[in-house]
């Protein structure tokens, strides 16, 4: 079944509200509310962008087909790319949990791993939904 329209207008508009909330919650987008503590980098960016476009292309499979299912691994991956691109000692979470020195030595080198397993994880998430529901691939 093809996306409409008004589907794939839905699926931009969840792209860009992503891109929106997590560059702004993050600190990637410029804002006087919040200050990020930690450089920006362009793969901070990559994986902003990557993330927010398959959160889009993920929700546009969900209304097409109109039903539910691999959810968990969809919010790994989302939670997995906002830990890769968010500041890591501005993450309340992480920072009561482990403390700001053990998060810059130990997690903050492996961020952009993180950040391509869950590119990746959508990704192929995303694929394997298409290919599975893929009429014309069957005929």
Same mark, same amino acid.
């Given at each position: 079944?093809?996306?409409?329209?008004?589907?794939?207008?839905?699926?931009?508009?969840?792209?860009?509200?992503? @891109?929106?909330? @997590?560059?702004?919650?993050?600190?990637?987008? =410029?804002?006087? +509310?919040?200050?990020?503590?930690? =450089?920006?980098?362009?793969?901070?960016?990559? *994986?902003?962008?990557?993330?927010?476009?398959?959160?889009?292309?993920? /929700?546009?499979?969900?209304?097409?087909?109109?039903? /539910?299912?691999?959810?968990?691994?969809?919010? %790994?991956?989302?939670?997995?790319? *906002?830990?890769? @691109?968010? #500041? =890591?000692? #501005?993450?309340? *979470?992480?920072?009561?949990? *482990? %403390?700001?020195?053990?998060?810059?030595?130990?997690?903050? =080198?492996?961020?952009? +791993?993180?950040?391509?397993?869950?590119?990746? /994880?959508?990704?192929?998430?995303?694929?394997?939904?298409?290919?599975?529901? #893929?009429?014309? #691939?069957? /005929?």
């Amino acid at each position: 079944m093809e996306a409409t329209r008004t589907q794939l207008a839905k699926g931009l508009g969840v792209s860009v509200g992503a @891109f929106t909330l @997590f560059g702004v919650v993050t600190g990637l987008v =410029p804002n006087p +509310i919040y200050v990020r503590m930690v =450089p920006r980098t362009v793969p901070d960016y990559v *994986f902003l962008v990557l993330t927010s476009l398959l959160v889009g292309a993920y /929700a546009v499979q969900e209304w097409t087909k109109n039903r /539910a299912g691999n959810d968990g691994l969809a919010l %790994g991956g989302v939670v997995g790319g *906002f830990l890769a @691109f968010g #500041c =890591p000692i #501005c993450n309340v *979470f992480l920072l009561a949990l *482990f %403390g700001s020195s053990t998060l810059m030595t130990y997690f903050d =080198p492996y961020r952009p +791993i993180l950040g391509v397993v869950s590119v990746l /994880a959508l990704g192929g998430l995303v694929y394997y939904r298409h290919v599975a529901d #893929c009429e014309v #691939c069957e /005929a």
